[in-house]
T-cell receptor
Framework: KAGVTQTPRYLIKTRGQQVTLSCSPI?????VSWYQQTPGQGLQFLFE???????NKGNFPGRFSGRQFSNSRSEMNVSTLELGDSALYLC??????????FGQGTRLTVV | DAKTTQPTSMDCAEGRAANLPCNHS???????VYWYRQIHSQGPQYIIH???NNETNEMASLIITEDRKSSTLILPHATLRDTAVYYC????????????FGQGTRLTINP
């Protein structure tokens, strides 16, 4: 069974640009969550999508957004990038209510 | 979700049992205890979860006290590959998939 796939694995962007990250969940999983991990703040919840609807949202500015498609694949977008957005972005899929399975993450560097 | 408290770091000799404690004194009746670990630069990995009974799987055992205010994750025969940050998380089983990660315990397995 294939795991959670995140693309790209590494990304370098310039301040002010925007970026889109992609996550393909495990087949059959309808819940996709996104997390940001930085050395200073640790792992922080961004948002969760279930059946194309945002079900929960963390405490992040509106520059961070996401969506989920009918095949459960999800994308997150960060607009007007800031240096502080440099982080490992992790996606997790879940068969709703049970354990979450994480991908390897996308490491975003903003210069 | 209830807050958890874990030691910042622990050491264990290879081949010995690693016992990782977690305090969750404000846990409510419908909340489960989850354990994840994160090996350097990888996405978190689900280990085990439980409500009130002790649980065991191929990776670890979870011992929850009778009052449910604390728990212990046991890795029965630690190997060097078990070196990681271990997170204890409390959350409800159903509903939105939101994991609140603390700082975790950095477990180092020594040869």
């Amino acid at each position: 069974k294939a795991g959670v796939t995140q693309t790209p694995r590494y990304l370098i962007k310039t301040r002010g640009q925007q970026v889109t990250l992609s996550c393909s969940p495990i087949s059959g999983h309808r819940s996709v969550s996104w997390y940001q991990q930085t050395p200073g703040q640790g792992l922080q919840f961004l948002f969760e999508y279930f059946s194309e609807t945002q079900r929960n949202k963390g405490n992040f500015p509106g520059r961070f957004s996401g969506r989920q498609f009918s095949n459960s694949r999800s994308e997150m977008n960060v607009s007007t990038l800031e240096l502080g957005d440099s982080a490992l972005y992790l996606c997790a899929s879940s068969p709703s209510g049970y354990e979450a399975f994480f991908g390897q993450g996308t490491r975003l560097t903003v210069v | 979700d209830a807050k958890t408290t874990q030691p910042t770091s622990m050491d264990c000799a290879e081949g010995r049992a690693a016992n990782l404690p977690c305090n969750h004194s404000t846990i409510s009746g419908n909340e489960y205890v989850y354990w994840y670990r994160q090996i350097h630069s990888q996405g978190p990995q689900y280990i085990i979860h439980g409500l009130k009974n002790n649980e065991t799987n191929e990776m670890a055992s979870l011992i929850i006290t009778e009052d449910r205010k604390s728990s212990t994750l046991i890795l029965p025969h630690a190997t060097l590959r078990d070196t990681a940050v271990y997170y204890c998380i409390v959350r409800g089983l159903q509903g939105a998939q939101k994991l609140v990660f603390g700082q975790g315990t950095r477990l180092t397995i020594n040869p």
